[in-house]
């Protein structure tokens, strides 16, 4: 099993910034890689970003391209996503999740255990 537990989330206004982190702990050497998703209330939960724990190879969902970066501390097994220029329509409850899967997956179903989820609210 492995555990998340992310941490970061607030409320910003609109062009802020916010950096969430999600620490992983357990058989953390059975992810090969960590992911970011978002969800409002009455909608699925959609894939933000992904990165290889070893290669650090990165996707990204095209609205947060150019906004978003996700980064990995492997001493720390800590993956964090800054967001930038944040927008409105950014609102949402944040997801991190491990995958067992290789590469950089964006299929939510790719993903095997998921953290509680962490509240980012902005402002217009």
């Known amino acids: 099993q492995v555990q998340l537990a992310e941490s970061g989330g607030g409320l910003v206004q609109a062009g802020g910034s916010l950096r969430l982190s999600c620490a992983a702990s357990g058989r953390t050497f059975s992810a090969y890689a960590m992911g970011w998703f978002r969800q409002v209330p009455g909608k699925e939960r959609k894939f933000v970003a992904a990165?290889?724990?070893?290669?650090?190879?990165?996707l990204y969902e095209d609205s947060v391209k150019g906004r978003f970066t996700i980064s990995r501390d492997n001493a720390k097994n800590t993956v964090n996503l800054q967001m930038n220029i944040l927008k409105p329509e950014d609102t949402a409850v944040y997801y991190c999740a491990a995958s067992r899967s290789f590469g950089v997956p964006p299929m939510i179903g790719r993903y095997d255990y998921w953290g509680q989820g962490t509240q980012v609210t902005v402002s217009s």
């Open positions: 990165i290889n724990w070893s290669s650090g190879s990165t």
